[in-house]
């Protein structure tokens, strides 16, 4: 039998490790945080925002883990994270997103505000 399924979407496909790498809702936001300068901890929380001190931890060991961030501790207390040359790589595809996100995100949210007004038109006409 042939698979006729896109190269992207096969079980051993690198594909599959870069969504796996992103699709995390705070690993985009991170790594474009590094993408100008080493930052310390507090530093990303306020730039990002939003994200709790626990979790960013938490994300950015995973993309230490993964060779894309690396931690440099300066002296006691001082702590700075940056992007190795690997995590690099990834800024201009995140660049891309983010134009893609600015020039379509408000038709997204346009389109999910008139589904919700839909649904909410048939939940009141069925009950």
Same mark, same amino acid.
């Given at each position: ?27 985009? /936001? =991170? ?7 080493? #930052?310390?901890?507090?530093? +990303?929380? *306020? !730039? ?19 060779? /894309? =961030? ?7 207390? #001082?702590?700075?994270?940056? +992007?190795? *040359? !690997? ?20 038709? =997204? ?19």
């Amino acid at each position: 039998m042939q698979n006729d399924a896109a190269p992207g979407l096969l079980a051993d496909c690198p594909t599959r490790l870069a969504v796996e790498i992103i699709s995390d809702k705070w690993t985009v /936001l =991170v790594l474009f945080g590094l993408s100008h300068r080493p #930052r310390r901890h507090g530093e +990303l929380v *306020d !730039l990002i925002g939003g994200v709790s001190r626990k979790v960013l931890t938490q994300t950015l060991r995973r993309l230490q883990r993964y060779g /894309l =961030v690396e931690r440099h501790a300066q002296a006691p207390r #001082r702590v700075e994270y940056s +992007l190795t *040359d !690997l995590g690099r790589t990834l800024v201009e595809p995140i660049e891309v997103l983010t134009n893609w996100a600015r020039d379509h995100g408000e038709a =997204v949210v346009d389109f999910q505000e008139a589904a919700e007004a839909t649904s909410a038109v048939r939940t009141r006409t069925a009950g």
